[in-house]
């Protein structure tokens, strides 16, 4: 069965430091591989999506990125952080093609001070 | 116009009420669309997909409607622990979208 892994749970960072959040995904090859922020209160906002390695979308121009240097493995990347990049982050991962549903890994909390 | 628009609510309705969510989507060549349910602080989890035809999971009934480009979600006899918020979920060959979400209490 496919499971996927995000780390660390949680998360509190000074303002300017970096980050880096990883997910991996186990028993599926070849996955979409989505990166989405949820801030308090608020829907889920696609960052960055992969359908191959080193294939990466950005959907939102800031200061973060996202590399996908092995198959089931994406990373999310940031040199400096902000007080506005606090957030919910979920790493998610589906199979192309219809009907195919995503699935979330428990997600990061991260809270910039 | 954003991709997926949903009412954000919160709708607070009685136990054994019957409640409906709509979404819209932007996007004709969209293929796939779902529904999932969130509990507070944690993972969004699949609720359901959404066929063409319509079906049916126990309480829960959701309709697509390609022609106007939304689909629904109706909840019925509702029940406490049906409290969540419900997003919709369209997904069209590379990318899935999520839209805000629909909150929903139920209470007592």
């Known amino acids: 069965s496919q499971t996927i892994h995000q780390w660390p749970a949680t998360l509190v960072q000074p303002v300017g430091s970096p980050l880096s959040l990883e997910c991996t995904v186990e028993g599926t090859s070849n996955p979409n591989l989505y990166w989405y922020r949820q801030a308090a209160g608020r829907g889920l906002q696609l960052l960055f999506y992969?359908?191959?390695?080193?294939?990466i979308s950005s959907e939102v121009p800031q200061n973060l990125s996202a590399s996908r240097p092995q198959d089931r493995q994406f990373i999310l990347s940031s040199k400096k952080l902000l007080l506005s990049d606090s957030g919910f982050y979920l790493c998610?991962?589906?199979?192309?093609?219809?009907?195919?549903?995503?699935?979330f890994g428990q997600g990061t909390r991260l809270t910039v001070v | 116009r954003k991709e997926v628009e949903q009412d954000p609510g919160p709708f607070n309705v009685p136990e054994g009420a019957t409640v409906a969510f709509n979404c819209t989507y932007s996007n004709s060549a969209s293929q796939s669309f779902f529904w999932y349910r969130q509990d507070c602080r944690k993972e969004p989890k699949l609720l359901m997909s959404v066929y063409s035809s319509g079906n049916e999971d126990g309480r829960f009934t959701a309709q697509l409607n390609r022609a106007s480009q939304y689909i629904s979600l109706l909840i019925r006899d509702s029940k406490l622990s049906d409290s969540a918020t419900y997003l919709c979920?369209?997904?069209?060959?590379?990318?899935?979208?999520f839209g805000a979400g629909t909150r929903l209490f139920v209470k007592a």
């Open positions: 979920v369209v997904t069209g060959g590379f990318k899935t979208i």
């Open positions: 998610a991962w589906s199979l192309y093609g219809v009907n195919t549903e995503a699935f």
């Open positions: 992969s359908v191959g390695i080193g294939q």
